[in-house]
């Protein structure tokens, strides 16, 4: 697992997620940052409409189709269905570019759709959006990432492993295990804190933070530092926090926030990490 992110509150966000090759949003300077890798992005999950989180579909775009690089892999651009400003910017960018040399998927998502990234033999990994609340009008959504898994059955867990073997032998290795389903990726959106129901036994959480104080709030559009820590320590199965959409005015105290949080949650074991509104931050 790999990210690449940028992301600075009301000026460009991206996230990029490998090793399936896909981008969630899509900000302004996407296509300068990641050069000769926008040929591998396969699938953008748009959040919702902010120009801070679209603005460098075009550009992304645009460089696919005129640069050189392989033209002949479709990208497929995922969305929360109904949403207004990315449905009229895409309509532009299609009517702009009536000479792509790709296909182009365009994908209005509702609650309880499912995207699969890969389905190689038993093994099979999709993105599901969920509906979030930002501003008044917007319909913005969050995404899941799932992974199938496969575990040795409750049952045989005393087993030794020849006794194991041996029934591999006899009726093969479906016989030994079940297959369940595993968060593995929560990417939150731009929202207030997601509850605990929605985040718990997500592997992964990427979760928005523009306000590292709480005082400095003045709309209840985005998350604060304080509700996401409350959130993330009445969830379970957390092993990764990474806090991004940060405002720029913190940005001389980054440090000290991140030993912050990390000390708040030192109880929990999860992992923290904090994206800098001014670099590119990569795990």
């Known amino acids: ?118 389905t190689a033999g038993s093994f099979k990994r999709s993105v599901r959006p969920f509906r979030v609340k930002h501003t008044a009008g917007e319909i913005s959504c969050g995404y899941h990432i799932y992974e199938e898994r496969r575990r040795l059955k409750e049952e045989l867990s005393g087993l030794t492993s020849n006794e194991i073997a041996s029934i591999v032998r006899e009726k093969g290795r479906d016989a030994i295990t079940d297959t369940y389903t595993q968060k593995i990726v929560t990417i939150s959106g731009d929202t207030f804190a997601l509850p605990p129901e929605t985040i718990s036994n997500s592997e992964t959480l990427l979760h928005e933070c523009t306000f590292l104080q709480e005082k400095d709030r003045r ?26 959409h940060i405002s720029g005015r913190y940005t001389s105290r980054m440090k000290k926030w991140h030993s912050f949080v990390q000390k708040e949650l030192e109880d929990t074991g999860v992992e923290v990490y904090v994206v800098h509104p001014e670099h590119v931050f990569t795990l």
């Open 1 to 118: 697992m790999e990210f690449q992110i940028f992301s600075k509150a009301l000026y460009s966000t991206w996230i990029l997620y490998r090793p399936e090759r896909i981008l969630f949003d899509s900000g302004e300077g996407i296509s300068t940052i990641l050069g000769n890798s926008v040929y591998a992005i396969k699938d953008v999950f748009m959040t919702h409409g902010h120009v801070d989180h679209i603005a460098g579909l075009w550009g992304l775009i645009n460089t696919r189709n005129t640069a050189m690089g392989d033209r002949n892999k479709p990208l497929r651009i995922n969305y929360p269905a109904g949403n207004r400003a990315i449905e009229a910017f895409l309509d532009f960018i299609v009517g702009m570019n009536p000479r792509l040399r790709y296909d182009m998927i365009l994908n209005p998502l509702d609650d309880g759709d499912e995207v699969f990234l890969r």
């Open 219 to 244: 709309n209840q559009n985005h998350s604060s530092v304080e509700e996401v820590i409350d959130s993330v320590k009445h969830s379970e199965g957390i092993k990764r926090l990474i806090l991004y």
